[in-house]
Each structure stands twice: as structure tokens, then as C-alpha cells.
């Protein structure tokens, strides 16, 4: 395993019900898709890193392997994944196609505060943002992965308070779920 090794995990199997349309797919204002966006993002901090896509194909992005998600909810995509093979990596970067404000800035600014906080890599580094924890966009160690994978808990708030975890105060703007279509609106007006 390469200590230093860092994975990108992308959800991208939501129903998108109250969007009316696949969230990973839609367009995003600085180019591609919501999910390649996300890949682009990874790939600018961490370039050559493994990368997962759960749930659905990037239509940008067609070289990327699809795992496949159950549609049970995160807790139940994330389960699954972990019981399957994956690339030697120390972490990974679990994070939801909505989650679109993601620059490579932020990005590499959070993995730097994870870094100082869990340097031995043993708890999912999870923010908590305006009141409310946010395990994704966080970072599940790779030994967390037997834990996740044998765990029976429905929600993905409690399968991250069920496993070591250390929860980080966040303010940025990247931690902002895009989930309606207003919300969608407002994020494409301030690009």
C-alpha cells in the first residue's frame, strides 16, 4: 500500500427525484458534468490517483470504472463498496455528485486540515456544516473499509458515528448539498 495514497469514491447513483433529472450528469457552469467536475477537481490535488465511481457513468468521463450501487441510500452504496476490492490507498475521498461548489483550493485547504488532525489515518474525517454533521465530502481511512462493509446501520449519520470518526467545524461553501431545483438555480447565478 502507498502510505501516501489518496482514492476519490464519487457517489453518483442518487435518484435525483426532487431534481427531476441525474444530478452527476447535469452541466456545471465551469465545464462537464457535476460528477466530472467533482474528478477534475481530485485529479488538479491528486494527480494519478485511484478513482471509484459508484452508482451511475459520467457521461464526460467515460473511462472511469462504475461500481454498482443497491439504491439503498449512501449507507447502503457505501456497505457495499467496501466490501469489494479496492485500489491499496491510506483514505479516501467520499464524496456526493451534489456536492458541487469543490475547488481544487478547497480541496487540497481540507486535505491539509485533515492531515494535521488524523495524521495517522485511523478515524473518517467528516465536517460539521451549519449545525449538521457531513460525512460526505469527508475522508474514510482505508482500514475503516472491513467496518463499513459489516456494519447493518441504515443511515449514513449513524454508520459515522458508529465507526472512529473526528468531526471538524466547516464554513465554506463546498459543503453545500445542491438537492432542489432552486438550489440549483442559486448555485448557477453565483458562478
Keep these: 500500500m502507498n502510505p501516501q ?11 435525483s427525484r426532487r431534481m427531476g433529472a441525474a444530478k452527476h450528469a ?7 458534468s457535476w460528477g466530472g467536475r467533482l474528478v477534475e477537481v481530485f ?3 491528486f494527480p494519478g490517483a485511484p478513482i471509484q465511481i459508484l452508482g451511475d457513468p459520467l457521461p464526460d468521463r467515460p473511462d472511469l ?3 454498482e450501487d443497491p439504491r439503498e441510500g449512501p449507507a447502503k452504496a457505501l456497505r457495499t463498496w467496501a466490501a469489494l476490492e479496492a485500489p491499496a490507498v491510506r483514505r479516501w475521498w467520499v464524496v456526493a455528485c451534489d456536492q458541487v461548489r469543490w ?14 488532525a488524523d495524521p495517522r489515518t ?3 474525517v467528516v465536517a460539521q456544516h451549519g449545525g449538521r454533521l457531513q460525512p460526505l465530502g469527508g475522508w474514510l481511512p482505508a482500514a475503516l473499509r472491513p467496518a463499513v462493509a459489516g456494519s447493518t446501520t441504515r443511515s449514513l449519520t449513524a454508520l459515522t458515528e458508529s465507526l472512529p470518526h473526528l468531526v471538524l467545524s466547516c464554513d ?11 438550489e440549483r438555480r442559486a448555485f448557477e447565478d453565483e458562478s
Design 5 to 15: 495514497g489518496t482514492g476519490l469514491l464519487l457517489l453518483s447513483g442518487g435518484q
Design 26 to 32: 447535469l452541466a456545471h457552469p465551469a465545464g462537464g
Design 43 to 45: 485529479e488538479a490535488v
Design 65 to 67: 470504472a462504475v461500481l
Design 103 to 116: 475547488t481544487p483550493s478547497s480541496l487540497q485547504a481540507w486535505d491539509h486540515r485533515a492531515e494535521a
Design 122 to 124: 485511523r478515524h473518517w
Design 172 to 182: 465554506g461553501p463546498e459543503w453545500m448539498d445542491v438537492d432542489t431545483p432552486e
